[in-house]
């Protein structure tokens, strides 16, 4: 129901834009996010985003460099990444809110993409 797709390898400092395509049966009226999992990490919250596109979240890591959105009419949400640093390398995956906004806590997340690999050299 949700297909996560758009990583690759960058080199630090450059940009990447991820894609993530939901079903509108399980979109159109609830929050969606990313979030990332790097090596030996857990995983964790990187950017949410309400059902109206209009309110948005970010990890204190990521504020400034990445912007999410999304487009309801097409059920689908993007994660434009810039100025990418090493320590973002993980997988990134995409989900869909059990409510319409969503949070910072995974719990709060009902369906789940099966991830895209960011991998930023130095």
């Known amino acids: 129901q949700l297909q996560a797709f758009g990583g690759g390898l960058v080199q630090a400092g450059g940009s990447l834009r991820l894609s993530c395509a939901a079903s509108?049966?399980?979109?159109?009226?609830?929050?969606m996010a990313w979030f990332r999992q790097a090596p030996g990490k857990a995983r964790e919250f990187v950017a949410s985003v309400d059902w109206t596109g209009r309110t948005t979240y970010y990890a204190d890591a990521v504020k400034g460099r990445f912007t999410i959105s999304r487009d309801r009419a097409k059920s689908s949400m993007s994660l434009q990444m810039n100025n990418l640093e090493p320590e973002d390398t993980a997988v990134y995956y995409c989900?869909?809110?059990?409510?319409?906004?969503?949070?910072?806590?995974?719990?709060?997340?009902?369906?789940w993409g099966q991830g895209t690999l960011v991998t930023v050299s130095s």
């Open positions: 509108r049966r399980t979109s159109s009226n609830n929050g």
């Open positions: 989900a869909t809110a059990r409510s319409a906004y969503g949070g910072r806590d995974e719990s709060g997340y009902l369906y």
